[in-house]
């Protein structure tokens, strides 16, 4: 694969903080929430984000 440019490199680190405040988020929601479906909802949804945030670090 090519090397990234500054720009790209820049626009994955914003994406990556993007799902990282995404997936921090959803957490808190997943542990304020009573309904044990919504519970699961935002916990898995929390845990995509982090994954995501977690591929896009490897582009690095």
Same mark, same amino acid.
């Given at each position: 694969? %090519?090397?990234?440019? #500054?720009?790209?490199?820049?626009? @994955?680190?914003? !994406?990556? $903080?993007?799902?990282?405040?995404? &997936? =921090?988020?959803?957490? %808190?929601?997943?542990? #304020?929430?009573?309904?044990?479906? @919504?519970?699961? !909802?935002? $916990?898995?949804?929390?845990?995509? &984000? =982090?994954?995501?945030?977690?591929?896009?670090? #490897?582009?690095?």
């Amino acid at each position: 694969m %090519a090397a990234l440019k #500054q720009s790209e490199m820049n626009s @994955i680190r914003e !994406m990556v $903080t993007a799902h990282q405040t995404s &997936a =921090s988020k959803l957490g %808190a929601f997943a542990g #304020q929430v009573q309904d044990p479906q @919504i519970k699961q !909802m935002f $916990t898995k949804a929390s845990q995509d &984000a =982090s994954q995501g945030a977690q591929k896009l670090i #490897q582009m690095l």
